[in-house]
C-alpha cells in the first residue's frame, strides 16, 4: 500500500446546497421528483435514499435552489441534525438542510460515503460555534479526507465495509422480526394464557364460558386483577424511585466499578451493556438503597415510560438513576418476567401507563400511578407456563441483540483501521474477485 494523502473534501467533491420551492404553489408540489428533507434521513433504516415523503415537480425544481441529484450523490444533513450522511439510490432533489455531495472522478462513492461517517464529529465540532446549529460549505470543503491511492484501493476498502454494513441490516431484520412474533405471542397469552394441559385455552368466542369480564377486559376465570401491592413481599417496599439526580454526578463516573442503570442502558428487556456508567464501590455502598437485587424489574418512569428489565443474579449489586424506578415482588406471587412481559406487551395495562402519566412536556410516571394501576395476575403456576412459552423467542432475540453489538464494534474498528490508513487490505488477484479481507 502506498502513501495516503489527505485531500480537502472539495478537491474530491462539487458540493451544493438543497433549496425549498414555494409552498403557495401547487403545481410546483407531488411531481415525480423525490425531495429530501431531514426527517427522511432520521427515518431511514438503511444508508440509501430512495423514497421520500415529498416530491416536487419540474416547474418546483426550477423554481428554487434545489438541484436534481444524480443517483450516487451523498446527502450531508448540514442544519440542527449534523452529520449525518445517506447515499441518493436515484435522482433527487434535498431541501436547504443539506450540503450535497457530487464524487469526482478518482474519488470513489462509497468509500467516500463511510469516510464521511466516520467524520461526523468534526462536521459536529465546525457547527458547535454557531448560534443556530449549522455548517456550511467553505467548513464542510476544507474537512480533509484520508485517501489512498487509486480507486481500485478505495472500492476494495468500501466493499469489505459494505459487507458488514449489509450483516448489520439483516440482523437488524430479524431483530425486527423475532419483536412481531414475540408480540403476538405475548398478545395471545395475555388474552387467552396457557391452560394446565399446556395449551392456549380456545378463544372468548370459542368458549365464552371459560372467561370473565373485569374492570381491564375479559380474562380468564383463573385469573385474578389488582395492583402491585397484592403481590408486594412482607417488609420491602414494593416501588423504590431512584436517587435525586444530584446524587449521581459527573465527578462520580470512573472507568470502572459498580455498574450505574442510566436511562440510556434500559434495552428492550435487557441492559445495553456499552450505556453502562460506573462509580466506586465505597460510593455505592452510600446509594445502598439504591442497588437491585435479582428478580427485581426495573421501570422507565420517563420518556418511554414502561420500558422494562428483570435484574440477573450477575447484575446483582447494580445502581439504578433517578430516572428509573424498582419494582420488588415476592417472586412465590408473581414471576418478574411475567410483570416485565405485562409492562412491555399487555395492551391493557400500557393503555393504562398512558392514560395515568403526567405530561408536561413529555412523560413523567411516580409510585402513586404505577400503584393505581390494574394488573391482570393468572396463578404463578400459569404465570411460569407463559413465561417458559417465550423463553424460545427471548432466547433468540437476546442471540440476534449480541450479534449485533459485536457487529456494530467490530464495524467501528474497521472504520478506523481501514479509513486512516492503519491497516492494509488484500484481495484476491482476479480483478472480479469479490472476496477482500484485512
Same mark, same amino acid.
Not at 403557495?24 to 415525480?32: E, K, L, V, Y
Not at 445502581?319 to 420488588?328: F, P, Q
Not at 481501514?418 to 472476496?435: F, I, N, R, Y
Given at each position: 500500500?502506498?502513501?495516503?494523502?489527505?485531500?480537502?473534501?472539495?478537491?474530491?467533491?462539487?458540493?451544493? #446546497?438543497?433549496? $425549498?420551492? !414555494?409552498? *403557495? =404553489?401547487?403545481? &410546483?408540489?407531488?411531481? /415525480?421528483?423525490?425531495?429530501?428533507?431531514? #426527517?427522511?434521513? $432520521?427515518? !431511514?433504516? *438503511? =444508508?440509501?435514499? &430512495?423514497?421520500?415523503? /415529498?416530491?416536487?415537480?419540474?416547474?418546483?425544481?426550477?423554481?428554487?435552489?434545489?438541484?436534481?441529484?444524480?443517483?450516487?450523490?451523498?446527502?450531508?444533513?448540514?442544519?440542527?441534525?449534523?452529520?449525518?450522511?445517506?447515499?441518493?439510490?436515484?435522482?433527487?432533489?434535498?431541501?436547504?438542510?443539506?450540503?450535497?455531495?457530487?464524487?469526482?472522478?478518482?474519488?470513489?462513492?462509497?468509500?467516500?460515503?463511510?469516510?464521511?461517517?466516520?467524520?461526523?464529529?468534526?462536521?459536529?465540532?465546525?457547527?458547535?460555534?454557531?448560534?443556530?446549529?449549522?455548517?456550511?460549505?467553505k467548513d464542510i470543503g476544507r474537512i480533509a479526507v484520508p485517501l489512498p491511492d487509486g480507486e481500485n484501493e478505495q472500492r476494495r476498502i468500501a466493499r469489505i465495509l459494505q459487507t458488514i454494513d449489509r450483516a448489520i441490516e439483516k440482523t437488524e431484520a430479524l431483530i425486527d422480526k423475532y419483536h412481531q412474533i414475540k408480540a403476538g405471542l405475548m398478545h395471545d397469552l395475555f388474552t387467552r394464557g396457557i391452560g394446565p394441559d399446556g395449551q392456549?385455552?380456545?378463544?372468548?368466542?370459542?368458549?365464552?364460558?371459560?372467561?370473565?369480564?373485569?374492570?381491564?377486559?375479559?380474562?380468564?376465570?383463573?385469573?385474578?386483577?389488582?395492583?402491585?401491592?397484592?403481590?408486594?413481599?412482607?417488609?420491602?417496599?414494593?416501588?423504590?424511585?431512584?436517587?435525586?439526580?444530584?446524587?449521581?454526578?459527573?465527578?462520580?463516573?470512573?472507568?470502572?466499578?459498580?455498574?450505574?442503570?442510566?436511562?440510556?442502558?434500559?434495552?428492550?428487556?435487557?441492559?445495553?451493556?456499552?450505556?453502562?456508567?460506573?462509580?466506586?464501590?465505597?460510593?455505592?455502598?452510600?446509594?445502598?438503597?439504591?442497588?437491585?437485587?435479582?428478580?427485581?424489574?426495573?421501570?422507565?418512569?420517563?420518556?418511554?415510560?414502561?420500558?422494562?428489565?428483570?435484574?440477573?443474579?450477575?447484575?446483582?449489586?447494580?445502581?439504578?438513576?433517578?430516572?428509573?424506578?424498582?419494582?420488588?415482588?415476592?417472586?412465590?406471587?408473581?414471576?418478574?418476567?411475567?410483570?416485565?412481559?405485562?409492562?412491555?406487551?399487555?395492551?391493557?395495562?400500557?393503555?393504562?401507563?398512558?392514560?395515568?402519566?403526567?405530561?408536561?412536556?413529555?412523560?413523567?410516571?411516580?409510585?402513586?400511578?404505577?400503584?393505581?394501576?390494574?394488573?391482570?395476575?393468572?396463578?404463578?403456576?400459569?404465570?411460569?407456563?407463559?413465561?417458559?412459552?417465550?423463553?424460545?423467542?427471548?432466547?433468540?432475540?437476546?442471540?440476534?441483540?449480541?450479534?449485533?453489538?459485536?457487529?456494530?464494534?467490530?464495524?467501528?474498528?474497521?472504520?478506523?483501521?481501514?479509513?486512516?490508513?492503519?491497516?492494509?487490505?488484500?484481495?484476491?488477484?482476479?480483478?472480479?474477485?469479490?472476496?477482500?479481507?484485512?
Amino acid at each position: 500500500m502506498g502513501e495516503w494523502s489527505k485531500p480537502l473534501l472539495e478537491e474530491l467533491a462539487d458540493i451544493s #446546497s438543497g433549496g $425549498t420551492p !414555494s409552498r *403557495t =404553489n401547487a403545481s &410546483f408540489w407531488g411531481g /415525480d421528483i423525490p425531495w429530501v428533507t431531514p #426527517s427522511d434521513i $432520521t427515518a !431511514s433504516d *438503511t =444508508n440509501y435514499i &430512495f423514497d421520500t415523503s /415529498d416530491t416536487i415537480t419540474e416547474q418546483g425544481l426550477a423554481s428554487s435552489s434545489a438541484k436534481l441529484l444524480p443517483t450516487g450523490a451523498l446527502l450531508l444533513t448540514s442544519r440542527a441534525t449534523i452529520g449525518e450522511v445517506r447515499i441518493a439510490a436515484r435522482p433527487l432533489a434535498t431541501n436547504q438542510g443539506f450540503k450535497n455531495i457530487v464524487p469526482k472522478i478518482g474519488a470513489d462513492g462509497l468509500f467516500l460515503f463511510y469516510q464521511l461517517s466516520r467524520l461526523k464529529g468534526r462536521f459536529e465540532r465546525y457547527a458547535a460555534g454557531s448560534t443556530f446549529l449549522e455548517i456550511n460549505r467553505k467548513d464542510i470543503g476544507r474537512i480533509a479526507v484520508p485517501l489512498p491511492d487509486g480507486e481500485n484501493e478505495q472500492r476494495r476498502i468500501a466493499r469489505i465495509l459494505q459487507t458488514i454494513d449489509r450483516a448489520i441490516e439483516k440482523t437488524e431484520a430479524l431483530i425486527d422480526k423475532y419483536h412481531q412474533i414475540k408480540a403476538g405471542l405475548m398478545h395471545d397469552l395475555f388474552t387467552r394464557g396457557i391452560g394446565p394441559d399446556g395449551q392456549l385455552r380456545p378463544s372468548s368466542e370459542q368458549a365464552p364460558g371459560l372467561y370473565q369480564e373485569t374492570p381491564i377486559g375479559w380474562m380468564p376465570k383463573e385469573w385474578g386483577f389488582g395492583p402491585l401491592r397484592n403481590k408486594s413481599q412482607a417488609g420491602v417496599p414494593h416501588i423504590k424511585t431512584g436517587p435525586f439526580g444530584s446524587s449521581l454526578k459527573g465527578e462520580h463516573w470512573q472507568q470502572d466499578g459498580v455498574p450505574v442503570i442510566t436511562i440510556g442502558a434500559l434495552g428492550e428487556g435487557e441492559f445495553i451493556p456499552e450505556e453502562l456508567l460506573f462509580i466506586s464501590e465505597s460510593y455505592a455502598n452510600l446509594l445502598k438503597e439504591y442497588r437491585l437485587a435479582p428478580g427485581e424489574v426495573v421501570f422507565s418512569r420517563v420518556a418511554d415510560v414502561g420500558r422494562s428489565v428483570v435484574v440477573e443474579p450477575d447484575q446483582n449489586g447494580w445502581v439504578m438513576s433517578s430516572n428509573l424506578m424498582r419494582i420488588h415482588l415476592a417472586q412465590e406471587k408473581a414471576n418478574p418476567k411475567f410483570l416485565q412481559n405485562l409492562l412491555s406487551f399487555d395492551s391493557r395495562v400500557r393503555k393504562q401507563i398512558r392514560c395515568k402519566v403526567n405530561s408536561s412536556g413529555r412523560d413523567v410516571a411516580n409510585g402513586q400511578i404505577l400503584n393505581s394501576i390494574c394488573f391482570p395476575w393468572p396463578p404463578i403456576e400459569e404465570q411460569e407456563r407463559m413465561v417458559e412459552r417465550a423463553f424460545s423467542v427471548d432466547r433468540r432475540l437476546a442471540n440476534e441483540r449480541e450479534l449485533m453489538r459485536v457487529l456494530v464494534k467490530q464495524k467501528s474498528g474497521l472504520m478506523h483501521d481501514l479509513l486512516t490508513g492503519k491497516v492494509a487490505v488484500q484481495v484476491e488477484p482476479d480483478a472480479e474477485s469479490e472476496t477482500a479481507h484485512v
